[in-house]
């Protein structure tokens, strides 16, 4: 079974300041991590893919995230948030030969002027 | 990656009625996938949609409230039957290449119903 944990449903920060949301996994076997962002009435789109190479993941629009085996975490960051930033962020983890995702609950962030 | 069309992009329905929603890709994807999203909620898997054979259901989702086809590699449709407004949510299409791999998401179809 595997299941994703994202602490923070609601996330503000300053226009500027660093982004992070969080985001923990479980899993039995090695995981394949995704962050995904939904802006207001539309799909999902892929931010970043874990896939066991590198640890450190870069993505679109300036976030990575950094897989931590040991802390079960894959949390996305951002150094500088700007108010296009403002949307709903996903963590989903597959795992094994399930082909499906699980998706965390969600955070919402809001970015301040 | 793929692009997905979903039609309707939204509509509002009355309760006992049907709705079919309609995702297209423009290419051959080996898995397509159906999830609700509620309001305000996450994504919850629907079912996974086969190729010339019956979908795979998840735990709480039934074939009779949820019929799907998929009669080709890059087409698949969802029918959400005998509509109350507990249905009333975002229902989203993505597909993926294979295990493990991302999914890619249709924009969605936000289903009212009154």
């Known amino acids: 079974a595997q299941s994703v944990t994202q602490l923070g449903s609601h996330v503000s920060v300053s226009e500027g300041a660093l982004v992070l949301l969080r985001c923990n996994y479980s899993s039995s076997v090695p995981p394949y991590l995704f962050w995904y962002v939904q802006y207001p009435n539309q799909g999902l789109q892929l931010l970043l893919k874990?896939?066991?190479?590198?640890?450190l993941v870069k993505g679109i629009n300036g976030f990575e995230a950094e897989f931590k085996k040991s802390e079960t975490s894959f949390h996305l960051t951002k150094p500088s948030a700007h108010m296009r930033d403002a949307a709903e962020y996903f963590c989903a983890v597959s795992a094994g030969s399930a082909r499906q995702l699980t998706f965390g609950s969600g955070t919402q962030l809001t970015v301040l002027p | 990656s793929a692009v997905i069309s979903q039609k309707p992009s939204r509509d509002i329905c009355q309760r006992g009625t049907s709705l079919t929603i309609q995702c297209q890709v423009d290419s051959q994807v080996t898995m397509m996938f159906w999830y609700r999203q509620q309001p305000g909620q996450s994504l919850t898997l629907i079912a996974t949609a086969n190729q010339g054979s019956e979908a795979t259901y998840e735990s709480g989702f039934v074939i009779d409230k949820f019929p799907i086809s998929r009669p080709n590699l890059t087409f698949s449709t969802l029918t959400v039957s005998n509509m109350s407004p507990e249905d009333s949510s975002i229902y989203l299409c993505s597909v993926a290449q294979g295990a493990g791999q991302p999914q890619h998401f249709g924009d969605g179809t936000r289903l009212s119903i009154l």
């Open positions: 874990y896939t066991s190479a590198a640890t």
